[in-house]
C-alpha cells in the first residue's frame, strides 16, 4: 500500500471536512422548521415539475391532434415554462399565459371562473387576466402554487382538459 505524504493526508482531510459542511450548511438552511416572527413559508412548484406538467399538456393535445401552447406559471403568476406546439396559432402563447395565471390567482379552474362573470361581469378587467376555460391551478394542502394554462384547441373545454393532464403530471 503507498503512503501519501503527510500534507496530502492533510488537504484530503481538510477537503472532506469542508465539502461535509458545506453540504450540512445547505441541507439546515432548507431543512423544515417554523417560520421567524414577521416571516410565512411557501411552497414552489420546481422549474423541473413545471417542465414535466407542461410537457404533459402538449403530449395530451398532440395525441388528439390539437395544436396548443401550454404555460406554467408560479403562485405569483410568473412564468415558469412555455412550450408552443408545432403548428400553435401565434394567439394561443399569451392566451395560454394569462389562462395560467388567472387560475391561479383565483384557484379555481378559469371554466368556473367563466360562470362567475354572470355576477361580476368587471372581473374581466383586471389585467393579466383571461376568463376563457382553460387554465387549472395547481394547489398543495388545498393552496395554490402554479396554473397550467392552454390555449389553441378549438373549444376551451379541450385546452381545459389538456391544462389538467399537466396537473396530474406533477407529483407522479
Do not use: C
Not at 63 to 71: E, R
Not at 112 to 121: D, F, G, I, M, S
Request: charged share 15%.
Amino acid at each position: 500500500m503507498q503512503k501519501f505524504p503527510v500534507r496530502a493526508r492533510v488537504l484530503t482531510v481538510a477537503a472532506v471536512v469542508a465539502v461535509g459542511a458545506g453540504t450540512f450548511g445547505a441541507v439546515s438552511a432548507t431543512a423544515a422548521s417554523p417560520a421567524p416572527k414577521g416571516f410565512t413559508q411557501s411552497t414552489h412548484l420546481t422549474v423541473e415539475s413545471a417542465a414535466e406538467a407542461a410537457k404533459a399538456a402538449l403530449a395530451a393535445a398532440k395525441k388528439d391532434g390539437q395544436k396548443v401552447s401550454v404555460a406554467v406559471v408560479d403562485r405569483n403568476g410568473n412564468t415558469l415554462v412555455t412550450l408552443r406546439g408545432d403548428g400553435a396559432g401565434p394567439q394561443s402563447y399569451e392566451s395560454a399565459q394569462r389562462k395560467a395565471y388567472t387560475a391561479v390567482s383565483w384557484n379555481a379552474p378559469t371554466s368556473e371562473l367563466v360562470k362567475r362573470l354572470q355576477q361580476a361581469p368587471n372581473l374581466k378587467d383586471i389585467p393579466g387576466t383571461l376568463f376563457l376555460p382553460g387554465g387549472a391551478p395547481v394547489q398543495a394542502q388545498g393552496a395554490p402554487v402554479a396554473g397550467i394554462g392552454v390555449a389553441g384547441a378549438p373549444s376551451g373545454d379541450l385546452d381545459e382538459k389538456y391544462a389538467r393532464a399537466g396537473v396530474a403530471e406533477i407529483g407522479k
